[in-house]
């Protein structure tokens, strides 16, 4: 973020209102050439509003956008060397997959050698060699998925924009596409920015995340920042399952409704702190807690304990003994190593 | 059973005129009634050679095809201009749009007679029946082209944008290949309406005739079996063209 270079994708002071909603409140960012840059919210804060600016779909209400230095705000989107994977892939159905890949070549007016050439290496890309002839309508939605990115990535563009792009998979297909995208995000060596309302997906690519909420982006930063210290309490909630256990600071110290308390340095009131579920076990002179709930994971176990100030705090425990240990009812102390405090304002 | 012998007696009822039409127009009785003689093809015989017919069909054939081709654009215009509006908007778009279907034809023919011809001063003729048969065809347009493009994905246009397309060459290589079908289904509904309208025709027209006023001339001096030749011709012409729309558009209910 502090790169004496010119970043690649430069957003400033950038909003989008309609009528008298603002959808994206003025924001800033820059993503540098390489970065696999996730822009990560719940549904309705604005992100795929964003990502519609950046392609060239939106006209943003102030700010401007600027790729390689270049102000690119006032380019409808067939000028900006953007290219986006629509959420619900917009193929054209009237097209074989061929045809569909080799579709922005085409126009512009490149040799059918070179339009074939290219479809096949992208084809090839996305592991679709064998498809170019069929018809849309006969892929899956995995197949057609690929399709739209091999559709977009043959243009070669300097930033690849991805709206959703996995949403409309099954998990396992996820899964699979994920890795398909880290891999070509590797080979190409491209610049990736993706929407999407899964942490978890957010975390599995991007290098980057940047968090919105209600049109304003709460943090900017890598994955561990995010998760690790996040900036804002929407942020540490929305990140992972935290518990946010409220206390106030005194003096540099900390004390929590629950009890603990510990040295923290910062303005005086009213504060939450951020609990991280694994970081939660059993402690002989720790807090005193009644497990409420008790779910088994798999590869951990994910415990709801209730606190004396009748918070609920979360655990994870992946023992192998951890379902005998923590047992629905049971009376228990706990401890949790470290926290992160965030200033609460009043109420 | 008894439901059986109702459903057949209005099913006679109904299509038994038409029945004895296409039957009467191969009968070489002259006289229009039973028993109708041998089996002859003399009626389509001496309409062959009618010039009155001839100029006739052609009037009708332009006329038709003009109806088509231009109902269909500016049906279309309207149609994708309606699905880029706001909902309410369209609403009473398309209920004023839709006004010309539900108007008596009577009345449509003398608006029309009024604001082409006496208002702005057109001559009757070929054209003004081609505007009055725009009229009423165009609402059958917007309103098919609109029930395509309600499950059209917009996503394909801004993919085509995406790719370096103008929004002109969106329309050309990904809209239009889309929506042809829908189209020539709404031409060939409006070519049927075209040729079946007898009122705005007879009000317009002027000198000369279309098919239907020229069988309703013939109708008022002689009665003989030729008029059933052209009556089973324009049966199967606005039958044909619609089921062929039905077909192409792949309308289903």
Same mark, same amino acid.
Not at chain 1, 37 to 58: D, E, N, Q, V, Y
């Given at each position: 973020m502090t790169s004496q270079y010119t970043p690649l994708l430069k957003l400033s002071g950038l909003s989008k209102s309609f009528g008298a909603a603002r959808a994206v409140e003025p924001l800033d960012l820059a993503v540098q050439?390489?970065?696999?840059?996730?822009?990560?919210?719940?549904?309705?804060? *604005?992100?795929?509003?964003?990502?519609?600016?950046?392609?060239?779909?939106?006209?943003?209400?102030?700010?401007?956008?600027?790729?390689? *230095?270049?102000?690119?705000?006032?380019?409808?989107?067939?000028?900006?060397?953007?290219?986006?994977?629509?959420?619900?892939?917009?193929?054209?159905?009237?097209?074989?997959?061929?045809?569909?890949? *080799?579709? *922005?070549?085409?126009?512009?007016?490149?040799?059918?050698?070179?339009?074939?050439?290219?479809?096949?290496?992208?084809?090839?890309?996305?592991?679709?060699?064998?498809?170019?002839?069929?018809?849309?309508?006969?892929?899956?939605?995995?197949?057609?998925?690929?399709?739209?990115?091999?559709?977009?990535?043959?243009?070669?563009?300097?930033?690849?924009?991805?709206?959703e792009p996995l949403a409309a998979l099954d998990l396992k297909l996820r899964h699979q596409m994920q890795e398909e995208l880290r891999r070509i995000h590797h080979e190409i060596g491209g610049t990736f920015i993706f929407v999407t309302h899964d942490q978890s997906e957010a975390f599995a690519l991007a290098n980057l995340v940047a968090v919105m909420n209600q049109g304003r982006v709460e943090q900017i930063g890598s994955p561990s920042d995010v998760y690790l210290s996040p900036a804002t309490l929407f942020v540490a909630d929305f990140v992972g399952e935290t518990s946010l256990l409220a206390g106030e600071r005194r003096q540099g110290r900390v004390t929590l409704k629950a009890g603990p308390h510990f040295v923290s340095a910062g303005r005086d009131g009213p504060v939450r702190a951020i609990v991280r579920p694994e970081r939660v076990a059993l402690k002989s002179d720790g807090v005193p807690a009644v497990v409420t709930d008790a779910v088994f994971f798999g590869a951990s176990l994910k415990v709801s304990l209730r606190l004396p100030s009748d918070e609920t705090l979360i655990l994870r425990s992946s023992e192998a003994d951890a379902a005998a240990r923590y047992r629905i009812g049971d009376k228990l102390t706990v401890g949790w190593e470290d926290q992160q405090v965030i200033d609460a304002g009043p109420g | 059973?008894?439901?059986?012998?109702?459903?057949?007696?209005?099913?006679?009822?109904?299509?038994?005129?038409?029945?004895?039409?296409?039957?009467?127009?191969?009968?070489?009785?002259?006289?229009?009634?039973?028993?109708?003689?041998?089996?002859?093809?003399?009626?389509?015989?001496?309409?062959?050679?009618?010039?009155?017919?001839?100029?006739?069909?052609?009037?009708?054939?332009?006329?038709?095809?003009?109806?088509?081709?231009?109902?269909?654009?500016?049906?279309?215009?309207?149609?994708?201009?309606?699905?880029?509006?706001?909902?309410?908007?369209?609403?009473?778009?398309?209920?004023?749009?839709?006004?010309?279907?539900?108007?008596p034809p009577l009345v449509v023919a003398i608006a029309i007679v009024v604001l082409f011809v006496r208002g702005l001063g057109l001559g009757l003729g070929l054209p003004v029946v081609i505007l009055g048969h725009i009229l009423v065809a165009q609402?059958?347009?917007?309103?098919?082209?609109?029930?395509?493009?309600?499950?059209?994905?917009?996503?394909?246009?801004?993919?085509?944008?995406?790719?370096?397309?103008?929004?002109?060459?969106?329309?050309?290589?990904?809209?239009?290949?889309?929506?042809?079908?829908?189209?020539?289904?709404?031409?060939?509904?409006?070519?049927?309406?075209?040729?079946?309208?007898?009122?705005?025709?007879?009000?317009?027209?002027?000198?000369?005739?279309?098919?239907?006023?020229?069988?309703?001339?013939?109708?008022?001096?002689?009665?003989?079996?030729?008029?059933?030749?052209?009556?089973?011709?324009?049966?199967?012409l606005t039958v044909g063209l619609s089921a062929l729309a039905l077909r192409v558009s792949k309308y289903k209910g």
């Open positions: 050439a390489g970065d696999f840059c996730a822009i990560l919210g719940p549904s309705g804060c *604005g992100k795929s509003t964003l990502l519609r600016m950046i392609a060239g779909f939106i006209e943003p209400s102030s700010g401007s956008i600027a790729i390689e *230095g270049r102000d690119v705000t006032r380019l409808g989107p067939e000028k900006r060397p953007t290219n986006m994977v629509f959420q619900s892939y917009g193929l054209f159905p009237h097209l074989t997959v061929a045809e569909n890949v *080799g579709f *922005g070549l085409a126009l512009q007016k490149k040799s059918k050698d070179e339009v074939s050439q290219r479809t096949e290496e992208a084809l090839r890309l996305v592991r679709l060699e064998a498809f170019g002839q069929r018809m849309i309508d006969r892929l899956s939605g995995g197949q057609q998925q690929r399709v739209a990115l091999a559709r977009a990535l043959i243009m070669r563009p300097k930033i690849l924009l991805l709206d | 059973m008894i439901w059986r012998f109702v459903i057949a007696f209005f099913l006679l009822f109904m299509l038994g005129p038409i029945l004895l039409v296409v039957l009467f127009s191969f009968g070489s009785n002259a006289l229009i009634g039973f028993p109708m003689g041998g089996l002859t093809l003399d009626w389509y015989a001496k309409l062959a050679h009618d010039t009155g017919f001839h100029s006739a069909f052609w009037a009708s054939f332009i006329v038709a095809l003009a109806t088509a081709i231009l109902a269909t654009i500016t049906g279309t215009c309207a149609a994708l201009a309606l699905t880029k509006a706001a909902p309410k908007l369209v609403r009473s778009a398309l209920a004023a749009l839709s006004l010309p279907v539900l108007l609402p059958f347009v917007i309103l098919i082209v609109m029930a395509r493009l309600a499950r059209f994905d917009q996503a394909t246009v801004d993919a085509a944008r995406d790719l370096g397309a103008s929004h002109w060459q969106a329309f050309r290589l990904v809209t239009l290949p889309q929506i042809a079908s829908a189209l020539i289904g709404a031409a060939l509904v409006s070519a049927a309406i075209s040729l079946d309208d007898f009122i705005i025709a007879s009000f317009t027209i002027g000198g000369g005739n279309t098919i239907s006023t020229f069988v309703w001339g013939k109708m008022r001096t002689t009665l003989d079996p030729s008029i059933n030749a052209i009556a089973t011709i324009l049966l199967v």
